[in-house]
């Protein structure tokens, strides 16, 4: 089924460049292209709303007593 799909594609090709080289098909471009117009405008961000921890962070002094270490030579 595809050989024989596939059979009338290349067949229909072959005629459409046989047609193209005789002349019997012209194609003329009567426009020009362009490229759309595009306006920009003003846009939004979206808004978010969040409840977090509160962390405060800050120095204070503590005195902390350190372990004597005594090294004896054997």
């Known amino acids: 089924m595809f050989k ?3 059979g009338l594609l290349v067949i229909g090709l072959v005629i459409v460049a046989v047609a193209f080289a005789f002349g019997f098909i012209s194609l ?4 020009d292209a362009r490229l759309p117009e595009v306006a920009i405008k ?3 961000l979206p808004a ?3 409840d977090v921890a509160k962390i405060e962070v800050g120095t204070r002094n503590e005195t902390v007593e350190l372990p004597t ?4 030579k054997p």
Do not use: C, L, M, S
């Open 69 to 72: 270490v005594d090294v004896a």
């Open 28 to 31: 003329e471009q009567t426009r």
């Open 48 to 50: 978010y709303k969040a």
């Open 4 to 6: 024989f799909i596939g």
């Open 42 to 44: 003003k846009g939004a």
